[in-house]
């Protein structure tokens, strides 16, 4: 697969070190832990709160790690708009979560664990204390087994939209046991409540899609289309093909009914992995950060190419134009900048990566298992639109 590619901001980085010892990652490290630990860095996301200051978040997971029991989530704060970063709290309980803003607060929603409840914290206090899903009432929203990242939480009519999978399946293998499921609740409610939310009809794994080579969907995005619908874009796993697809699935406007046509999958650039989908008003464009595959990696399997790290725009959501490779390093084994979560800050993108890099312990255990987390960005990223 090839892609024309229109070098706005060309950084490659081989080996970054300070003095002549310590391997850096480029942008900023907001966190690192090294392989030996056996826990690895994931579901990076970041928030910005009213008050400027940057909220960012990430989960661990790996052999020492409590992902299967109660997982933990690291939280950081930045003052300085990403120069540093400090850690101001760590939740138990909390996995592959999203982090956003709703009124004054600052809410975290995901699973508890790998494969477990759909749980909610608000913080009243910038993300320094949480309150505790201990039952129905009071953040606990779906029990069972559900899967999800730190995907877009959008307020669209009135509603607050998230999309999570359900993860019992008619197989327990990934990703073919997850099924799209969409959660909207009133901005009026008690986000804590779980009678505060709607969770619509499942849609689930179909090996015929795609002239059976569909092998699963996951990690959706809600997002508003152009005509104001609301839809649910997912990635998806084609390890036999060349091509990268999203699923786009249609929402009713009461957040009780999905369905899927096997005429939206569309071609996207770094669709299977994981990607967030924004709108930005002011360019009326779709853009997202992925992992798209050049000429170099044809005859690796898409998915497992993350060390390339690319600005993708769109009018709609089935006409993506590359406009700029952000980040790259040559090998793709040990290297990777993904799981990208990102926001319009100003004329800038800001975003946070799940990176596999160089450390002195001889970097990352592969590019899938990160040992850093890194804050970027992308000044005036409207500019030389292609």
Same mark, same amino acid.
């Given at each position: ?110 699973? $508890?664990? &790998?494969? +477990? ?8 206090? #910038?993300?320094?204390?949480? *309150?505790? /899903? ?86 959706? $995005?809600? &997002?508003? +289309? ?8 997912? #990635?998806?796993?084609?390890? *036999?093909? /060349? ?144």
């Amino acid at each position: 697969m090839k892609y024309r590619v229109i070098l706005l901001c060309l950084l490659v980085y081989p080996f970054f070190y300070i003095g002549s010892q310590t391997p850096v990652p480029p942008g900023v490290v907001i966190n690192h832990i090294p392989k030996s630990t056996e826990k690895y860095i994931g579901s990076p996301s970041i928030c910005i709160l009213p008050n400027g200051d940057y909220i960012v978040s990430h989960d661990e997971f790996g052999p020492k790690s409590s992902e299967y029991k109660s997982a933990i989530t690291k939280i950081f704060k930045s003052t300085d708009k990403g120069e540093t970063w400090n850690l101001i709290s760590e939740i138990e309980g909390q996995f592959w979560s999203t982090l956003f803003i709703w009124g004054d607060d600052l809410f975290i929603m995901g699973t $508890n664990k &790998v494969h +477990g409840n759909v749980v909610i914290r608000k913080s009243i206090d #910038r993300g320094e204390s949480w *309150t505790i /899903p201990y039952d129905s009432k009071n953040g606990i929203i779906l029990e069972g087994e559900y899967h999800t990242a730190p995907v877009p939480v959008v307020v669209y009519k009135g509603k607050i939209w998230r999309a999570v999978e359900y993860a019992t399946g008619i197989s327990t293998k990934w990703p073919e046991r997850y099924s799209a499921v969409m959660l909207s609740a009133s901005v009026k409610s008690d986000l804590l409540n779980s009678k505060s939310w709607i969770r619509s009809n499942i849609q689930p794994f179909d090996a015929t899609y795609l002239d059976n080579n569909f092998k699963g969907w996951l990690e959706g $995005n809600v &997002v508003v +289309g152009k005509e104001g619908d609301i839809l649910n874009v997912l #990635r998806v796993h084609t390890p *036999t093909l /060349p091509e990268e697809y999203a699923a786009i699935i249609d929402v009713s406007k009461n957040g009780k009914k999905i369905t899927f046509n096997q005429n939206n999958f569309v071609k996207m650039p770094g669709a299977s992995k994981k990607f967030t989908i924004r709108f930005d008003k002011k360019s009326n464009k779709y853009w997202s950060i992925v992992n798209g595959i050049n000429e170099l990696y044809d005859n690796v399997q898409p998915d497992r190419i993350r060390n390339n790290l690319m600005l993708i725009s769109a009018d709609n959501l089935d006409n993506w134009k590359i406009q700029s490779t952000i980040l790259s390093h040559i090998d793709y084994i040990k290297h990777g900048f993904q799981y990208i979560d990102w926001l319009v800050d100003g004329e800038d993108i800001i975003f946070v990566s799940r990176t596999a890099y160089d450390d002195l312990e001889g970097g990352a255990i592969n590019y899938h298992n990160a040992n850093y987390i890194t804050f970027h960005r992308i000044k005036n990223f409207r500019t030389n639109i292609n």
